[in-house]
Nanobody, 123 residues
Framework: QVQLVESGGGLVQAGGSLRLSCAASGRTFSGYRMGWFRQAPGKEREFVAAITWTWGITTYADSVKGRFAISRDNAKNTVYLQMNSLKLEDTAVYYC????????????????WGQGTQVTVSS
């Protein structure tokens, strides 16, 4: 049974940093793409960043390019999202997801989801 467990969310001031973690278990993720999505109140869940498990190829939403960095530790089966220069509009529940390596930024491409972790950026 695949499990994705996020951690690392919290309250941070604008301009600050947080690092989210996603511990993955239940299968081998070779050939998968791991993604981070976020959902703010009253808004659709949106793509943030993704990384291919095998090759480490990364993609980012334009809104986070240059501020966020996704990485993975294959030995620990963990994916990270380093978030710097946080803005008020980054406030959301952040979700970890896993899908085939061909997955893009579409929510429907991803098969497995975590429960989410809240990130709140204050002024």
């Amino acid at each position: 049974q695949v499990q994705l467990v996020e951690s690392g969310g919290g309250l941070v001031q604008a301009g600050g940093s947080l690092r989210l973690s996603c511990a993955a278990s239940g299968r081998t993720f070779s050939g998968y793409r791991m993604g981070w999505f976020r959902q703010a109140p009253g808004k659709e869940r949106e793509f943030v960043a993704a990384i291919t498990w095998t090759w480490g190829i990364t993609t980012y939403a334009d809104s986070v390019k240059g501020r966020f960095a996704i990485s993975r530790d294959n030995a620990k089966n963990t994916v990270y999202l380093q978030m710097n220069s946080l803005k008020l509009e980054d406030t959301a529940v952040y979700y970890c997801a896993a899908g085939p390596e061909s997955s893009s930024g579409r929510r429907s491409d991803y098969d497995y989801w975590g429960q989410g972790t809240q990130v709140t950026v204050s002024s």
